[in-house]
């Protein structure tokens, strides 16, 4: 019994430390996403985010061509499609750039970027940056000079990307863990409820020309004897595990017409007393101390001893 | 380059025309110069935490009294006090796993992959090392190597020569140097005395190891509190900070450039008055939301050209301090008249946190910004992003 908890507790916790984060950070202005591998009909949908590039020119009339810009690493190293594609204003830009006229410009571009399938199978955290790709003339970008600096200041982003396990996954493993012990609770209760043999011998005597004993080797593991006329049964091996493990002795004469079932009858070791019943109602069974006559249909008797 | 020389030649030029004899140095001191601020923008970042791991953390201690009890055991780790030297626990001191869970809370907080992370357990010296950059497995890595920590053992408090030590092997020129110190208690011996002095020279720490090369000083416990590490961490200009405050830490940088442009505050655009707000950006380095009563203040160094009323409340908004100003003059052609020839002046702002703001509310790293005061027409562009 205690093992058999120690066991489900084991698999809750395993359960649970698969799928919790440390700690969650809720970073505000940061970007958070999740992905998932796909199971049965549970498939991840394409991890993105969406942003507005907030742009604002002052005194730019003087100046002609368009702003272009690019996403770059820590490293101004540029993100190229294998790791992320790029859409602005809802189409796909084929070299991953942001084009920006400062003359018909609105205050804000949209822009979505949609991270590649082989990026988003582990937890990652992405630190990307603006990079000037083409500059018409601005002499000042965030209060700096472009063409000395890697990127724009101030346009970090950090995005951080968990790759979290299957929320069906999840509910299929929790569903199976549920079933695991509510069925380790039925056999658990199912076996303490089991009584058991004490005794090694169990003689029948016909009382008129034969004795016979009946050895139980291991007489725990049993939780019935049926005396049965049928030759060879056998029981469902699935049955023992709820009920106990019967013991099929076949008794052979035309007095035996149907099983007889002996049961242990206490649950203490010191308790060693059996009992014995049929389904058939023309048999019946006189307790004398420690044994047991039994009347058979046709009157003959037989004394069960232990 | 070309950025740094424009900068010093306006600082010269500035600084001729606004320090005439007898002018007043600025108010707050600060370490900070144009160069740094420059190359700070786009430095990856090195995050160094020396740790005391000292027996005192857990509560050990060689005394008596009310609430400390005589060869008591402690859960986690598990540790035979009677041992130690320490043969008393008193529970109340014991901060070991309290400082271990923001520890580790920091560490997950770190944005950026590229921020390098090492950790260094010190007692008498420094006993351990353990380095990762911040990706979501090195942090974790981190965090383990934090978790498992259970080499708790008697001996000194050797701050100074750890700190150095820490310093001296892991500080360089090419990052933003950030050496977080969590101690408990007062340094053993002469260490005291040499921990100041070292804090003192700070400034050689960074001619030597990088502009860029900052402390936070935690004082976990009040017996590691000491009013002249408070003093110099005042003085600073942002190179040292000092807490006593670890519950829910909130630290925060400020970006160190800031223009305004003359002409929209004179002309009309924004304002005719000469009044207006410039904008500094700042960002998190531990915590993730500003305290609701987060108030600062910003002083100018004196210049003929603007003025700042350093007591004014400067409240953040959408990531930035939005800071009010006057222009001294009151017309275009005056500033003209007085203002270098590629019309553009460099003045340094420093900014200060109000003593009534949050006390787990500090500024780390230089707490200057350059304001460009431009006069003449510049296209220009402010960049950002929003999330949608």
Redesign the interface.
């Known amino acids: 019994m205690k093992r058999t908890l120690v066991i489900i507790l084991a698999a809750f916790a395993a359960l649970f430390s698969s799928c919790t984060k440390?700690?969650t950070?809720?970073?505000?202005?940061?970007?958070e996403t999740k992905s998932f591998d796909d199971f049965l009909w549970k498939k991840h949908d394409p991890v993105s985010?969406?942003?507005?590039?907030?742009?604002?020119?002052?005194?730019?009339e003087?100046?002609s061509g368009p702003?272009v810009?690019r996403l770059c690493d820590?490293?101004a190293r540029p993100i190229g499609t294998d790791i992320a594609r790029l859409y602005v204003n809802g189409n796909e830009s084929s070299d991953n750039t942001i084009t920006i006229d400062?003359k018909n410009s609105s205050e804000?571009t949209?822009i979505s970027i949609v991270l590649s399938e082989d990026v988003i199978s582990?937890?990652?955290?992405?630190?990307w940056n603006?990079q000037i790709v083409n500059n018409p003339?601005?002499?000042?970008?965030?209060?700096?000079?472009p063409g000395?600096?890697?990127?724009?200041?101030?346009?970090?982003?950090?995005w951080?990307h968990?790759h979290v396990v299957n929320p069906l996954r999840v509910g299929v493993d929790t569903g199976l863990v549920i079933l695991l012990a509510a069925l380790a609770l039925v056999i658990a209760v199912c076996q303490a409820r089991i009584r058991r043999f004490k005794v090694t011998t169990i003689d029948i005597d016909d009382m008129a020309d034969r004795k016979d004993s009946i050895m139980i080797s291991s007489p725990r593991k049993y939780a019935k004897i049926v005396l049965t006329p049928k030759p060879g049964r056998k029981q469902n091996p699935i049955a023992p595990i709820f009920v106990g493990k019967v013991k099929y002795e076949y008794v052979e004469g035309a007095k035996w017409t149907s099983d007889v079932i002996l049961v242990p009858k206490g649950r203490t070791v010191a308790d060693a007393a059996v009992s014995a019943y049929s389904a058939d109602s023309d048999y019946s069974f006189t307790e004398k101390g420690e044994s047991i006559i039994m009347t058979h249909p046709n009157k003959a008797k037989s004394k069960i001893t232990w | 380059m070309k950025r740094l020389s424009t900068i010093l030649s306006s600082l010269v030029l500035a600084g001729t025309m606004a320090f005439p004899a007898g002018a007043s140095l600025p108010a707050v001191p600060s370490q900070a110069t144009a160069s740094q601020q420059d190359d700070e923008a786009f430095k990856k970042e090195r995050r160094i935490f020396l740790w005391d791991v000292t027996i005192s953390m857990v509560g050990a201690t060689a005394s008596e009294g009310a609430g400390i009890v005589k060869g008591s055991k402690r859960s986690n780790p598990d540790f035979d006090y009677a041992k130690s030297n320490f043969p008393n626990y008193n529970k109340s001191k014991d901060i070991f796993d309290e400082t271990r869970d923001k520890l580790i809370k920091m560490i997950m907080q770190i944005q950026n992959e590229s921020t390098e992370i090492i950790i260094l357990p010190f007692r008498n010296g420094i006993v351990g090392e353990y380095k990762a950059v911040a990706t979501a497995d090195g942090k974790n890595q981190v965090c383990d190597y934090i978790r498992s920590w259970n080499d708790l053992k008697a001996g000194g408090t050797h701050t100074a020569t750890s700190l150095s030590n820490a310093v001296d092997k892991y500080f360089t020129p090419d990052r933003i140097n950030r050496l977080f110190l969590l101690t408990d208690g007062e340094p053993s011996d002469n260490e005291g005395s040499r921990l100041l002095s070292y804090l003192r020279n700070w400034k050689g720490v960074k001619e030597t190891r990088g502009s860029s090369s900052y402390l936070v000083y935690v004082m976990l416990t009040d017996e590691a509190y000491n009013d002249e590490i408070v003093e110099i961490g005042e003085n600073s200009g942002g190179d040292i900070t000092v807490t006593r405050d670890f519950k829910e830490p909130v630290w925060i940088t400020i970006g160190h450039d800031s223009s305004v442009h003359v002409r929209d505050f004179l002309e009309g655009k924004v304002s005719s008055n000469g009044k207006g707000t410039f904008e500094v950006p700042f960002t998190f380095i531990a915590g993730n939301a500003l305290p609701a009563n987060s108030v600062f203040h910003f002083s100018v160094e004196e210049n003929e050209f603007i003025s700042i009323d350093p007591s004014a409340a400067v409240k953040a908004s959408d990531g930035k301090l939005s800071v009010p100003f006057s222009l001294k003059k009151s017309s275009v052609e005056e500033y003209l008249s007085s203002m270098p020839a590629d019309g553009e002046v460099v003045v340094r702002a420093l900014c200060t946190k109000d003593p009534s703001s949050d006390k787990n509310l500090s500024l780390t790293g230089s707490n200057a910004v350059n304001v460009s005061l431009v006069i003449k027409a510049q296209p220009r562009a402010t960049i950002s992003w929003s999330v949608k």
């Open positions: 440390e700690i950070v809720d970073s505000g202005a940061n970007f985010i969406n942003a507005t590039i907030d742009t604002k020119f002052d005194e730019c003087g100046i702003l810009l820590d490293d400062p804000g949209d582990r937890d990652r955290t992405f630190t603006l003339g601005l002499v000042k970008v965030n209060e700096r000079t000395s600096d890697p990127w724009i200041a101030g346009t970090t982003v950090n951080n968990n």
